[in-house]
């Protein structure tokens, strides 16, 4: 397929003209209030998580996609060889319509997701998305992970960045499945760090992300990869990766800065273990970071400097950091019919991250500004820059959903699949849209456009929930696509069905007592049986062996098309435009640098577990993980017999993580610290002539055996 040579037109800096002109369009914006949605946020919620099922990649699609159709895919990457050590690459996601796996935007696009759960989290829970969600972090961490290579030390030895080189990648249209085959497997085309090329900047997110992750989660092994990877970045000369990001003076995703993305991970290890070591780096590298800049893959100074004010680690001169990013890029747009459009390429990826920081400030005129942007993109004049939101046709710029095999010639052709939640790049900043999968200036999608939308939405349905609003509700999965994966959808829709999750929440909300277990029934010293604090094998948080650690990230991840990288000063804005060949898809789109400054409430400073952040600090001492002590405390005596009737009371220091009833685990509200329940009402589990063995067991591993009888 002929490929044309790309063109990008990079500005360093906004002329005085320009400046007369965005003030003088300003004057007559067009506001767009939000004050009554016209949306259902939290249906597009649900859609919008699925654009990820789209993107995986590796040798468990079949099992893990929610779409029928999309398959296994580059499965020759299993097995790759670094240092005489086997490596598996399998795994993540493709970056955008192509099917690189570039290191920046997936780990950037891992942040901005985790950032959704710690600020808005109950959006998630609310409307049982957790499931889906959970998943779809998972599948990020597990692969950056494997991406990281561990020597006999325990220290990291390098880290592969990227698997697929772009110019190759974007000369091929058709579904990933079948790119080994017509183009051979990817195994020369893999990209490690080296004392020379440390890329500190993807090291650096990609930390970041994990750390945000075992706050979200309690996972220690994240915890410990995020620190393992930090240390490397910190103990090897800082540079950005240009190997892979830019390909024969081509630029991808080539960043403009390390120092962003190494606060951001310094700042989220703070937040998870305290560290002092994290602090003094915070501090040494703040001043590096650029809080006008625009938030994008290319840069997060805003956030990583939000999170560093609120932690104590950094005095800010000009305000606050979100609000003067957020304000930079708002000012900077140009308004038509009401929509900010900040660029002419990707215009809705910037909008949402506008949206997103706007929602996270807690004010109300930016709240409703960024539900009124917000309803714009979901199709406030019936179209819809969404796939699949409304009755809207859109053609995106997306190899596996198209079903043909030259975009050249079929840009308007109806494609093969519905990409569900993909959101487009959208108009440009003359409010004009091409609706054509050829476009991709109009009509990419990639894995940080969803990012950033996601983060949006999750503040929009979480404002919902504080207005109570009723009308925002689930949909059944099935009815978004008859396309899906029945076996995926149903694990889904088990937990997506509003009421019947409600109702789940309802019961376990009743058994819970807020009555303290008397003297008599709490005294008890659990026995060295009952109170032993040697995780099991599931919770064990030892240092991963060599054979487990030394795995390294899969295959693809691409952008198609030049980034085109914006440098930045002081409230000045920069637009990059590139216009380019049929096939390449607009994934490395420039990216202004902006601070998306996360608001820490009460509320994400609660990880997903229940615990606080003092509760998740954790310490490595002697290679492995000390867990907190936490005490348990039921009113069952050992080996004792007791009636249907008695009423169970169970008091933790910590979240309880699970209770089983003879291997029988039962259901309780999530992040207890305090359940009461009756034992007739689990008569079902209950033997009456043997003893019945009741194990409960806390986030960190502490646990407590009781085994009775029934009479």
Known sequence: ?????????????????????????????????????????????????????????????????????????????????????????????????????????????????????????????????????????????????RCTVLGSDGNVEAFCYQVGK???????????????????????????????????????ETAASLAIYSINRNDDKALFYAEKLFDYAKNNTKKVATDGPIENGEAFYSSGRYADDYCMAAVMLYKATGKSVYADEFRKYSGECNEWSWLSWDDVSGIALKYGNKAGLYSNPNGDPLDNCFNNMKNGSKVVNGYYSLLNWGSTRYNCNMDAMALMTKNNNNINWALGQLDIILGNDNRSYVCGHTKYTLYPHHRAASGYNDVSANGTTKQAHVLVGGLVGGPDQD???????????????????????????????????????????????????????????????????YGRFQQLQETSSEEQSSETPSEEQSSEIPSEEQSSEIPSEEQSSEIPSEEQSSETPSEEQSSETPTEKQTETKPVTEQTETTSNNNNTAGNNTNNNTNNNTNNNTNSNTNNNGNTDNESKTVVKDKKRILKKGKIKINLKNKKKYKLSKKIKIK?????????????????????????????????????????????????GKKIVRKIKIK
């Open 1 to 145: 397929m002929k490929k044309e040579m790309k063109k990008k037109i990079l500005a360093t800096g906004i002329s005085v003209a320009l400046i007369a002109s965005l003030i003088s369009t300003n004057r007559n914006r067009k506001e767009v209030k939000g004050d009554t949605p016209n949306n259902n946020y939290v249906k597009a919620l649900q859609e919008s998580l699925y654009f990820f099922d789209a993107n995986m990649c590796g040798n468990d699609v079949k099992d893990k996609s929610a779409f029928v159709w999309r398959d296994n895919c580059h499965t020759g990457e299993i097995y790759v060889k670094y240092n005489g050590k086997t490596i598996d690459l399998s795994g993540g996601y493709h970056d955008a319509g192509d099917h690189v796996k570039f290191g920046l935007p997936q780990a950037y696009s891992a942040t901005i997701l985790g950032l959704s759960y710690l600020e808005f989290g109950n959006a998630y829970e609310k409307y049982g998305l957790t499931k889906h969600y959970n998943m779809i972090m998972s599948r990020f961490v597990d692969y950056f992970e």
């Open 166 to 204: 772009g110019q190759k990648d974007h000369s091929y249209w058709g579904k990933p499945e079948e790119q080994d085959s017509k183009q051979g497997n990817r195994v020369d085309q893999i990209y490690f760090t080296s004392s020379t090329n440390p890329a500190t900047d993807i090291v650096s």
């Open 431 to 497: 409010g004009n849209f091409i609706n054509d999968a050829s476009k991709y200036q109009y009509s990419e999608v990639a894995l940080d456009y969803n990012a950033g939308y996601v983060l949006a939405l999750s503040g929009a349905v979480a404002e919902m929930i504080n207005r109570n609003d009723v009308n925002q509700t689930t949909v059944d999965d099935t009815t978004l696509s008859n396309e899906f994966r029945s076996s995926v959808v149903t694990t889904y829709k088990s937990e997506s069905e």
């Open 652 to 700: 933790s220091k910590y979240a309880i993580k699970s209770i089983t009833i003879n291997k029988k685990k039962i259901k309780f509200k999530k992040n207890a610290k305090k359940i009461s329940f009756k034992l007739k009402k689990y008569k079902k589990f209950l033997k009456k002539r043997k003893f019945n063995k009741i194990i409960i067991k806390d986030i960190y």
